[in-house]
């Protein structure tokens, strides 16, 4: 077992999922980005979607050509992919990081508090809680999502990795969606 798991990289505008239990899925640097994973710790389904902006309207062809840069649209599409390799939302474990003030830091854009708002309209709208988020203040981000135990590891520039909330084995409380 002292091997190392593949790690699924996924980079800015764009979402992997998969069933494969041995897979970590990681991103890098995120800065007003925001990286929102799932995990379904029965299905044992991880997904991890790296978006730049809250809204599609802001640029139609680009969300046609990349629905992952936009909250609006890769959020759906995340959840369905992970439906399709057998998760369900009831079991869903969210977690999410990211949406820094970085080159805005006087905030007159905002880019990062926006696309916090825009993941917390989209998922409260469809009955989905976050339970475990790192999300604000000036520095760059790295997650990771291990599949088989749903462990979120994340480490800020210049700071040691630490865990985000718990693993989706622990005892939680169930909301009904």
Not at 14 to 27: E, F, I, K, Q, Y
Request: net charge positive; glycine share 12%; charged share 20%.
């Amino acid at each position: 077992m002292g091997e190392m798991s593949p790690q699924l990289i996924v980079g800015v505008g764009d979402c992997r999922v998969t069933g494969d239990a041995d897979s970590v899925l990681v991103t890098y640097a995120l800065g007003s980005c925001i990286a929102l994973m799932i995990h379904d710790p029965v299905a044992k389904v991880g997904g991890l979607l790296h978006f730049m902006l809250p809204e599609s309207s802001l640029d139609l062809a680009k969300a046609r050509q990349n629905p992952f840069l936009f909250a609006d649209s890769g959020i759906p599409l995340l959840f369905a992919s992970a439906y399709g390799l057998g998760a369900e939302k009831r079991r869903m474990v969210v977690s999410a990081a990211g949406g820094a003030k970085m080159l805005d830091q006087d905030g007159a854009f905002a880019i990062g508090k926006r696309n916090y708002l825009a993941m917390r309209k989209i998922l409260w709208k469809a009955g989905v809680m976050v339970h475990a988020e790192d999300v604000g203040g000036y520095a760059s981000r790295t997650v990771r999502l291990e599949v088989a135990t749903g462990k979120v590891s994340l480490r800020c520039s210049g700071e040691r990795e630490k865990a985000l909330g718990l693993p989706s084995t622990s005892p939680r409380q169930e909301r009904s969606l």
